[in-house]
């Protein structure tokens, strides 16, 4: 028997523990064989990052690069086995070169847990300090 859907109340608390930096209460909503294509890398996809481990490393690999990383302002919708969630990430590079944009994720969903996870950011210039 599966179990249940991920539901939007799921990720808005998923995305509070990005906002916390808690990396063991986010990957409690992926599957083990999860696959997460990050925003920026030298594939059609951006970087690929397959399986929890790998996934955790990205994530925690992020807020060590900005340690104030934050998603705001975000917003939930989960439709059957896919979901989107759009968000406004601020973080500022260790040279005090700050990111300020919207994104999205797209979601796959399988037994109530992320399958797959595809960031989108709006590409625009760094703000200084």
């Not at 990720?11 to 990957?27: G, K, P, Q, Y």
């Not at 939930?76 to 005090?96: I, M, S």
């Not at 994720?105 to 595809?118: A, M, S, T, W």
Request: hydrophobic share 40%.
């Amino acid at each position: 028997m599966s179990k249940p859907s991920i539901t939007e109340k799921d990720l808005a608390d998923l995305f509070d523990a990005f906002n916390r930096h808690d990396v063991e209460a986010i990957m409690a909503y992926f599957a083990d064989d999860c696959v997460f294509d990050a925003v920026a890398g030298p594939e059609v996809y951006g970087a690929r990052f397959i399986g929890a481990e790998a996934i955790s490393q990205a994530f925690s690999g992020v807020w060590a690069a900005m340690p104030d990383a934050r998603w705001e302002h975000h917003g939930h919708l989960v439709h059957g086995d896919r979901a989107v969630c759009e968000w406004t990430f601020t973080g500022t590079n260790k040279d005090g070169t700050r990111v300020e944009a919207q994104g999205a994720d797209l979601f796959r969903l399988r037994d109530g847990r992320i399958v797959h996870k595809q960031a989108f950011r709006k590409n625009r210039p760094l703000l200084r300090g």
